[in-house]
């Protein structure tokens, strides 16, 4: 093994004696006192994880740091110079979907995946590929996933990489040749379990959880020994059937805050996304998502909180025991995950040095909690909120509206939607102005109850109606509220003041929703978006200053890095995300051209090949309508429980996932092979011929036909 002193002394020295710029030229005393670290290259270690923010040069962890901060402290690209950030090279996946991922960099290689869990290792000096691993991810495991075949990167410790696939495996993999070392299965093979999210690894255990909150899971994260893929702990989210002995007092305690027999539809509580870590506290957080199915009604009939569902939970990273929790939504109804970024910082609030967790969960409102007991310090809203009017400091309750609760009988139109104020789009904090910047989303929705809910292991189960079903059938009304709900989404990035819970400055995304954030201390915000612009922001003003057009929408977060004295940026471009929850907004993304991953630096200026020119879309003719309303109507229905989540609301599609409005007269021929006996089973598209009849295939295939000629009728009205 080659043991040395890690190159950081010599890329500071480097910044500054080889003309990069005065403020690039960080204290060298310091950085002495950070060169004492020793590193074997390429080995990801304890002490390395933890000392993350020192070591500028790579980008160790999922959010840089263990507290997620997603700040890089080089300073070598500025306000001042950005205007000179150009290409230097581009890494093509093989695909157009499903990219969301954050790469790491380690001594000289990025690590990153794209869709179907697939890890690439790439040279980040030319931007060629070293290896790929393919874990052969089971391709009807697609229909378990809301929000596409997507995969939020890899986590490394030793000299090896882990990932999470979306069947259910946590797989780790030298990290030289990209070999797989161990693999193991988190799930158990119940189908509706999926992995999306990056693992962590702290003190040798590999932490994941999942998905699968919508298709009746039972929310759960498990640690892994790191060497040899033994499981160490399992804390679950949620109790379970409470006629077999808890696993915990945790949960014993959070069964009296359910009602019903909420353990048949699993209850929900994935951690399918958001962890941050603090050493010196030595507690794991956990971000835990919404209730399944999300009418509470179903799962919990007499109503309850639902502990821990769309809760920050602090866990012993050692054993998985619980230490404390926040609930941001009791007893949700609407989707409300707290999966968001969690940002880990120290910060001054009222003249006292407070340890704060924060995050902007999908519910609209801003926490700040004491991470050492999970007091809360303070909460506001960052987007219009319809569903609650504040957070009580008093009771830590939220002033939860009456006209918000649709399942007491009432439809009603809440903001946030379950796309949320925030995503999984991470934000970014920036300490030397303590300033978080969160890509937000105000997006009103109409929830109903579905008042045909069936619950089906497996299939989308919200008991919700996002669909308009209660609405009467005439098409001219559904496109009018469509083409109203859309309109009054909009999307910005929005710099805020933790501690005073304010708004400093916000960028309107033009073209749908905004990525995932970097800052950097140049005193920049990177920033890509869906409409294929990938942008620095001043952090101070939020003015614009570089652009460079990706030529696909962009949702994953950049990272910075240094090598050979340059600082560069990273980011993945290429959407992944959920068709059914974005709606017809996501009409306004740009279409990927192609996923890739982009790599600047200043001073260098590549091109991207021409993007083919875009082909207007042209509607084929329909086939003739021959069926009954009450046959319509039942299509409706079904298409909406089954088929929405990944072709869109009211058969209205991102394009990523084919718009069924769209089909040709051999789609149309095709369609009992293709859903009822999986004739494109290879791309993801599992045949239903267990969970459809015949009869309800041809409504589902009726029901389309009228919405494609909704559509001719639309255009020609033009
Ligand atoms: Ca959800």
Redesign the pocket.
């Known amino acids: 093994m080659r043991h040395r002193l890690v190159s950081l002394l010599a890329f500071l020295v480097c910044l500054a004696a080889c003309g990069g710029d005065d403020q690039a030229a960080l204290d060298v005393t310091k950085a002495k006192q950070r060169a004492k670290l020793d590193v074997v290259e390429g080995m990801v270690t304890k002490e390395r994880l933890t000392n993350a923010d020192k070591d500028t040069a790579n980008w160790l962890t999922h959010g840089r740091t263990y507290d997620e901060q997603r700040y890089s402290p080089l300073a070598q690209i500025t306000s001042a110079n950005v205007s000179q950030l150009g290409l230097a090279w581009y890494f093509d996946l093989p695909t157009k979907r499903g990219v969301e991922a954050t790469p790491l960099v380690i001594d000289g290689v990025m690590y990153t995946t794209g869709p179907w869990s697939i890890v690439y290792a790439i040279d980040v000096r030319t931007g060629h590929q070293i290896w790929s691993y393919d874990p052969q991810v089971d391709r009807s495991w697609a229909q378990y996933a ?1 929000c596409d075949v997507v995969n939020r990167g890899v986590a490394a410790w030793g000299k090896r990489i882990f990932v999470g696939t979306l069947d259910g495996y946590l797989v780790a993999l030298d990290a030289e040749s990209g070999a797989e070392v161990w693999r193991i299965d988190t799930i158990g093979r119940r189908p509706p379990y999926t992995i999306t999210g990056a693992p962590r690894v702290i003190k040798g255990k590999v932490i994941i959880g999942n998905g699968g ?2 298709y009746g899971v039972r929310g759960y994260v498990t640690a892994y020994d790191a060497d040899t893929g033994r499981r160490v702990w399992r804390t679950y989210t949620v109790p379970g059937d409470p006629s077999r002995p808890f696993e915990s007092a945790a949960l014993e305690k959070a069964a009296s805050t359910w009602t019903g027999e909420w353990w048949k539809f699993g209850g ?1 509580g ?1 951690v399918w996304d958001s962890m941050a870590y603090d050493p010196q506290l030595d507690l794991l957080y956990i971000g835990v ?2 209730g399944g199915p ?1 009418n509470p009604k179903i799962r919990s009939p007499q109503g309850g909180d639902n502990l821990y569902l769309s809760s920050i939970v602090a866990l012993r990273p050692d054993t998985g025991d619980y230490v404390w929790h926040y609930q941001t939504t009791p007893g949700d109804a609407w ?1 409300y ?1 707290a999966t968001q970024h969690m940002v880990l910082a120290d910060v001054v609030i009222q003249k006292k040095t407070r340890k704060v967790l924060m995050q902007a969960p999908k519910n609209g409102f801003f926490y700040v909690l004491d991470r050492s007991n999970g007091e809360l310090i303070s909460a506001k809203n960052y987007v219009p909120v319809s569903w609650a009017s504040q957070v009580d400091l008093a009771t830590r309750r939220p002033t939860v509206n009456a006209e918000a609760r649709y399942y007491e009988g009432q439809p009603a139109l809440v903001r946030p939607s ?1 796309a949320g104020g925030h995503n999984w789009q991470p934000m970014a904090f920036d300490p030397k102005v303590r300033r978080v910047f969160i890509p937000t989303t105000d997006s009103p929705s109409v929830y109903a109850v579905d008042k045909q809910f069936d619950f089906k292991l497996g299939l989308w189960n919200t008991g919700t109606d996002l669909a308009f079903l209660n609405m009467p059938e005439e098409p001219d009304k559904l496109e009018e509220a469509l083409a109203q709900t859309a309109a009054l989404s909009s999307n910005a990035l929005v710099a805020w003041d933790p501690v005073e819970q304010r708004e400093i400055w916000r960028y309107k995304e033009e073209g749908g929703a905004g990525g995932g954030v970097l800052a950097t201390a140049g005193g920049l915000v990177l920033q890509g978006n869906g409409s294929g612009e990938f942008a620095a922001f001043d952090t101070s003003t939020g003015r614009k200053l570089w652009r460079f057009d990706a030529q696909s929408a962009i949702m994953a977060a950049p990272i910075s890095f240094g090598i050979d004295g340059n600082q560069y940026i990273s980011v993945m471009s290429g959407f992944g995300g959920a068709a059914l929850i974005a709606g017809p907004a996501m009409d306004r993304h740009r279409p990927v051209n192609r996923s890739r991953v982009l790599t600047f630096r200043l001073g260098i200026n590549r091109q991207l090949p021409p993007i083919e020119p875009e082909v207007p879309k042209l509607q084929p003719e329909p086939p003739p309508e021959s069926t009954t309303a009450d046959q319509i109507s039942t299509g409706r229905r079904l298409y909406s429980a089954r088929c929405a989540v990944c072709h869109g609301l009211n058969a209205v599609s991102s394009g990523l996932i084919p718009d069924l409005r769209y089909l040709d007269a051999n789609g149309h021929k095709g369609w009992d092979g293709v859903v009822l006996f999986g004739a494109k089973r290879t791309t993801g598209m599992p045949g239903f011929d267990k969970l459809l009849t015949e009869d309800e295939t041809d409504a589902i295939h009726a029901y389309v036909i009228r919405r494609a000629w909704d559509l001719k009728r639309a255009t020609a009205k033009q």
């Open positions: 809301c909150a919508e929900g994935s998502g919404n999300w989707d995950t379950a």
